[in-house]
């Protein structure tokens, strides 16, 4: 596979949320066009995108219509259903494939075969009814947490189960078949962000450190305060996972450090993700600009550090702070076009850049507690 596709053609954006439209920016900042797929009218891709197509992601004559448009598609959304992926590999480029994405889309899957292939994941029970729950968590004790095999993001559809008391809450997951896993005790949270070009070149970025609040990504510190072994490990399994799996295009995978700085991978994403947003001013080359690059057959670019930054997320309740943000000198202000602002909705992000670390991680500490 190596399709070379040059700026003045058109890429297919398949979901249209601040991920297209964080892509849409970087292809037209190289001179491509976006055509995006997206049921919601002038979502955040589509109000810089060229053309917009408002259809559910299964519409065949909406994928048609994106296939004959453009040169090229790929996602930023990984609950598109796969077989409409699938059946548009027919007609359509898309170097990203589906088979990623299909076992990105079910937990049980996911980590079934990432333990198949040799990547170690937390260790896990398959979970179906309530009789099941018990008898896993005299397996793997308490504390756990159920989360639901598909569906779930930012934290939805997990319980944490402390105790006995915590039950009740946990069995309203039980619909679905779940994962119930072993509550870890890590050091830290990290992931890696690495793009591979259907020219076959892979390039990792500089990991990063990631901290959760109410399991939603909050911040994300580059580089992380990891030891040089964790941060080459965590490379390392970023390239292996390339190759493993022969993908095309750019995967977050996220880590838990243990205190023996053993890394577990937590769980994949077959796309730019949150914790790469701070690529955009910290790196020679964005997540953005590289994952263009990997699927339209260039050589990537440098992943290179060339500051360090603390990358926080702007949720609804956070959008009171704007005005004083942008009024800060090593402070970028990204906010995403969206119109329903709730509480735990991702509005936008800030990355603080700097070169001294400490004090931009005290910085934020300042403006966001
Ligand atoms: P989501 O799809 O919602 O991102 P994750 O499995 O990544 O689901 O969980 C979200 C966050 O919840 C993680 O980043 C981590 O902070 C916390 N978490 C998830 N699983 C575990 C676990 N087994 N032990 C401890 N914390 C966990
Ligand atoms: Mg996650």
Same mark, same amino acid.
């Given at each position: 596979m190596s399709k070379v596709i040059l700026p003045g053609s058109t890429i297919g954006i398949i979901g249209g949320g601040q991920l297209g439209r964080m892509l849409a920016i970087a292809a037209k900042q190289m001179g491509y066009k976006i055509a995006v797929l997206e049921p919601t009218k002038n979502g955040p891709c589509a109000q810089v995108a060229d053309l917009e197509i408002n259809a559910s992601y299964d519409d065949p004559s909406a994928l048609k219509q994106l296939a004959e448009k453009t040169d090229v598609i790929t996602y930023e959304f990984e609950n598109i259903p796969v077989k409409a992926i699938c059946n548009l590999e027919k007609c359509a480029y898309i170097p990203q494939g589906y088979r990623l994405l299909e076992i990105s889309q079910n937990r049980v899957i996911e980590k079934t075969i990432l333990n198949e292939k040799g990547f170690k994941t937390v260790d896990f029970e398959i979970v179906s009814n309530q009789e099941q729950l018990k008898e896993k968590i005299e397996i793997l004790k308490y504390p756990c947490v159920l989360k639901t095999a598909?569906? @779930?993001?930012?934290?939805? @559809?997990q319980v944490v189960l402390k105790n006995k008391s915590d039950l009740d809450k946990a069995y309203t997951l039980l619909t679905n078949s779940c994962v119930l896993e072993k509550y870890m005790n890590f050091k830290g949270e990290i992931s890696a962000i690495v793009t591979r070009s259907t020219n076959g070149e892979i390039k990792v970025f500089p990991i990063s450190e990631n901290i959760h609040v109410n399991n939603i990504l909050s911040k994300t510190i580059v580089p992380a305060r990891v030891s040089a072994i964790v941060e080459k490990k965590a490379k390392e399994i970023a390239i292996n996972f390339m190759k493993t799996f022969d993908f095309y295009g750019t995967v977050a995978i996220e880590m838990f450090v243990l205190e023996n700085d053993e890394i577990l991978i937590n769980e994949i994403a077959p796309r730019v993700h949150n914790s790469g947003h701070y690529s955009i001013e910290a790196c020679f080359t964005s997540q953005f600009e590289e994952h263009i690059r990997a699927i339209c057959g260039l050589k990537l670019g440098s992943t290179e550090l060339v500051q360090k930054a603390v990358m926080v997320n702007l949720l609804g309740k956070d959008l009171e702070k704007v005005t004083e943000l942008l009024q800060i000198a090593n402070c970028k202000v990204h906010l995403y076009g969206k119109t329903g602002v709730k509480t735990n909705r991702k509005m936008g992000h800030v990355t603080f850049i700097g070169t001294n670390q400490e004090k931009i991680i005290n910085q934020v500490k300042e403006i966001f507690g």
């Open positions: 598909t569906g @779930g993001y930012d934290g939805k @559809g």
